[in-house]
């Protein structure tokens, strides 16, 4: 789960906190996982790539990501009107999805 302190929280199957992801600096408004993965979106204007097993930051993606899906290999962030699409292997943009008038969640 995401929060309005800025951190991720992970949790048991039981409902018990398992740990706490530290690392950004804005509200925490998104979060997406697949089976290697989890995403964060925040208002700091960053997504962050974490390695769910261990709780470390694998990479920070300068981009309006204040909304995250996840897929296998990319990550769809969104914020600003402009939906990017990023590839998990290399963490570079792959496309740019433009069309919504305002902000594309």
Same mark, same amino acid.
């Given at each position: 789960t995401g929060s309005c302190d800025d951190?991720?929280? #992970?949790?048991?199957?039981?409902?018990?906190p398992l740990a706490t992801l530290t690392g950004h600096t804005d509200f925490v408004t998104s979060v997406a996982a697949n089976k290697d993965t989890l995403a964060s979106g925040s208002l700091d204007n960053t997504v962050r790539l974490w390695d769910p097993a261990t709780g470390q930051a694998r990479?920070? #993606?300068q981009t309006p990501g204040a909304c995250v899906a996840l897929g296998e290999n990319m990550l769809a962030a969104a914020g600003d009107g402009v939906v990017r699409l990023l590839d998990l292997r290399s963490a570079?943009?792959?496309r740019r999805l433009r069309g919504h008038e305002g902000r594309g969640w």
């Open positions: 951190t991720i929280r #992970l949790w048991s199957p039981e409902g018990s990479s920070v #993606l570079k943009p792959a």
